[in-house]
Each structure stands twice: as structure tokens, then as C-alpha cells.
T-cell receptor, first 118, second 113 residues
Framework: AQTVTQSQPEMSVQEAETVTLSCTYD???????LFWYKQPPSRQMILVIR??????QNATENRFSVNFQKAAKSFSLKISDSQLGDTAMYFC???????????????FGQGTTLQVKP | SQTIHQWPATLVQPVGSPLSLECTVE??????LYWYRQAAGRGLQLLFY??????ISSEVPQNLSASRPQDRQFILSSKKLLLSDSGFYLC????????????FGSGTQLSVL
């Protein structure tokens, strides 16, 4: 069974600074996807970034980037130039591929609450 | 464009009462549909998923059931709610096929008293 671990329950960062959220996972699969989702106070789940395990290049989306270390099973999220609107709970998630498709069975970590301070 | 509707946003129910939460998707056909539950301060747990009408897979044994009477409609039900059913319930959809993202609804906060 796959597990996802986020060891930082809470973090804070000053506006405009950089912060890194940690995530490790455990799987015997070779083909899978990893995600970071953001859940602001509205509780809407918003996809931040996605990484395909077969790609060595780290995914980036504007101020958000990941450090994907497949051998170490580590998938950290770096937020650059933090903004007040980045305040939210962040979830790391794992999705296993099933042959030619997938059923979207996301396995989530426990989440990290990020507070961006002015 | 595709949209997902989930209602109600908030629900307070007494123990032993029935439950029906509804989720509908617009702008796509034959989506994969999912029900997740988030306990307070915790991550999301997958409860059910469906790849087609009448096709339901349960991930964890529980007091809840799911049904998919139409292609873009997904219903979460219970005959008798328990205190432990309290939580934040999220419906989600994805297209079939590889590498597809999940899109979440706005959620239902269920309080069982």
C-alpha cells in the first residue's frame, strides 16, 4: 500500500520570501504521479502542481516548483516570493497508474498549514 | 467548460437520520467520479469512485454508500448516520485516461449531532 507523509504540520514565512514544504512517500510502483494541492480557508481543493514519475525534470508553475527525488521518494514544494494569498493548507498526494489509464485514486498526506505573514 | 456542483454546502443531521449528498458535473461526458472525506485537520480519504453508470467501488468499509444513477450524477448516502460520519465531504471528477487531473467540488460540511 502507498503512504504519503508530510512531517511539517505548520509552517510560516514572511511575505516575499521562499519556503519549502516537505513530502515523502512510500510505494513499490514505478509509474505514478505526484501532486501538490492547496486548500485555502474556503476549503476548495486547488491543484498547484503535478509531477510525472517518469520525468526527471522537476515541474514548475510560476512561483511554485518541486524537487522530485525518485530514489529517495521525496517530493518537496518550493514557493518563491510568497504572497498573502498563499496562506492555506497544502497537501501532497500520490496517484498510481493502472495500465493505460488511471482511476484518479489520490492518496493524500496529512497536510501542512502554511501561514504567510505580512 | 466543465463545472462540478455539490450541495448542500453545510448540513447538520441528528444521529440515526438518513443522508443524501448530491454531486453533478457539467460540460463533459463519462467522467470518473469520486467521493472523498476530510476529517478535521486531516488529509482526504477516498471513500468511493465510479468509472461509469452503476459502477461503484468502495475503498473503505463504512456506514456510507454511493450511487451513480446518471452519467454525471454521483450520490453519497446513508440510512442511519453515526457521529463518526461527521466531516467535510468532497466530490471530484476526472476525465478517463492517463495523466488526468482531479477537479474538486466546493464540499459539504456534515455535522452529525
Amino acid at each position: 500500500a502507498q503512504t504519503v507523509t508530510q512531517s511539517q504540520p505548520e509552517m510560516s514565512v514572511q511575505e516575499a520570501e521562499t519556503v519549502t514544504l516537505s513530502c515523502t512517500y512510500d510505494t513499490s510502483e514505478n509509474n505514478y504521479y505526484l501532486f501538490w494541492y492547496k486548500q485555502p480557508p474556503s476549503r476548495q481543493m486547488i491543484l498547484v502542481i503535478r509531477q510525472e514519475a517518469y520525468k526527471q525534470q522537476n515541474a514548475t508553475e510560476n512561483r511554485f516548483s518541486v524537487n522530485f527525488q525518485k530514489a529517495a521518494k521525496s517530493f518537496s514544494l518550493k514557493i518563491s516570493d510568497s504572497q498573502l494569498g498563499d496562506t492555506a493548507m497544502y497537501f501532497c498526494a500520490f496517484m498510481k497508474l493502472h495500465g493505460s489509464g488511471n482511476t484518479g485514486k489520490l492518496i493524500f498526506g496529512q497536510g501542512t498549514t502554511l501561514q504567510v505573514k505580512p | 467548460s466543465q463545472t462540478i456542483h455539490q450541495w448542500p454546502a453545510t448540513l447538520v443531521q441528528p444521529v440515526g437520520s438518513p443522508l443524501s449528498l448530491e454531486c453533478t458535473v457539467e460540460g463533459t461526458s463519462n467522467p470518473n467520479l469520486y467521493w472523498y472525506r476530510q476529517a478535521a485537520g486531516r488529509g482526504l480519504q477516498l471513500l468511493f469512485y465510479s468509472v461509469g453508470i452503476g459502477q461503484i467501488s468502495s475503498e473503505v468499509p463504512q456506514n456510507l454508500s454511493a450511487s451513480r444513477p446518471q452519467d454525471r450524477q454521483f450520490i453519497l448516502s446513508s440510512k442511519k448516520l453515526l457521529l463518526s460520519d461527521s466531516g467535510f465531504y468532497l466530490c471530484a471528477w476526472s476525465r478517463t485516461g492517463p495523466n488526468e487531473k482531479l477537479f474538486f467540488g466546493s464540499g459539504t460540511q456534515l455535522s452529525v449531532l
